[in-house]
């Protein structure tokens, strides 16, 4: 396996609601997580190409591969307050109401780490992200460069018989992420394909050693090694 470094950098906020929570109440995970980042390299490998055969080519390549996030110092959590457009039940068109949702505030680069066996192609196309998370969560790469492999303090996302494992040792703030299963089909994850979507993710967690300071409608975590 061959690990490739990713230095991010996010000019504005990022946003990406936790998995399976409301879309009125949004709350949003610190980091992006692993199925957000390899979904948004094979969606920009199509965008590059026009060419759909490509964007499979790099699912294959990037499904399987690992991720670890270096994260600044500390990472500013903001809750807002959203009008937003809610869908009628039982008639047509939509109806205002309002919603809450997290944007998360980066005040240095993130680090990603992507290791995978065919790693040119990470390279290739990962230099080319625009977003990650909600579509208004923009970022630009600042660098691209092969490394040896993340730091020991680089956050990975961990299976259930891991994070049981991890809270009986050490106390983290955790917060629930999805990754790509490992028998996931590109199909799947292509909206034109008629494919059922179902057991294409997996559960997982990130695990971040933080003290939060809190206030009324903000959070500041700041990250221990």
């Known amino acids: 396996m061959q690990w490739v470094k990713l230095t991010l950098h996010f000019p504005s906020l990022f946003s990406y609601r936790i998995p399976d929570y409301s879309s009125q109440y949004a709350l949003s ?49 903001n809750s807002v307050l959203i009008k937003r457009l809610k869908k009628k039940k039982n008639e047509p068109g939509f109806e205002n109401t309002f919603g809450v949702r997290e944007y998360v505030f980066f005040p240095d ?29 923009m970022l630009y790469v600042k660098r691209v460069e092969q490394t040896e492999k993340p730091p020991e303090s680089a956050i990975k996302a961990i299976t259930d018989k891991e994070f049981a494992e991890a809270i009986s040792k050490e106390s983290y703030v955790v917060y629930p992420v999805k990754d790509i299963s490992k028998k996931a089909k590109f ?39």
């Open 109 to 137: 680069d993130v680090n990603l780490f992507v290791g995978c066996d065919n790693v040119d192609v990470v390279t290739k196309y990962s230099g080319m992200l625009r977003y990650l998370g909600s579509g208004d969560s």
């Open 187 to 225: 199909e799947q994850i292509n909206p034109y394909s008629g494919k059922s979507g179902r057991n294409v993710f997996e559960r997982k967690y990130y695990l971040i050693k933080a003290k939060i300071k809190k206030g009324k409608n903000w959070k500041v975590l700041e990250i221990r090694c």
């Open 29 to 77: 995970v610190p980091l992006p997580s692993p199925s957000a980042i390899k979904l948004a390299v094979v969606a920009t490998a199509i965008r590059a190409t026009g060419n759909v055969a490509e964007g499979e080519r790099v699912f294959y390549a990037v499904r399987d591969a690992n991720v670890r996030i270096a994260p600044p110092k500390q990472i500013a959590i």
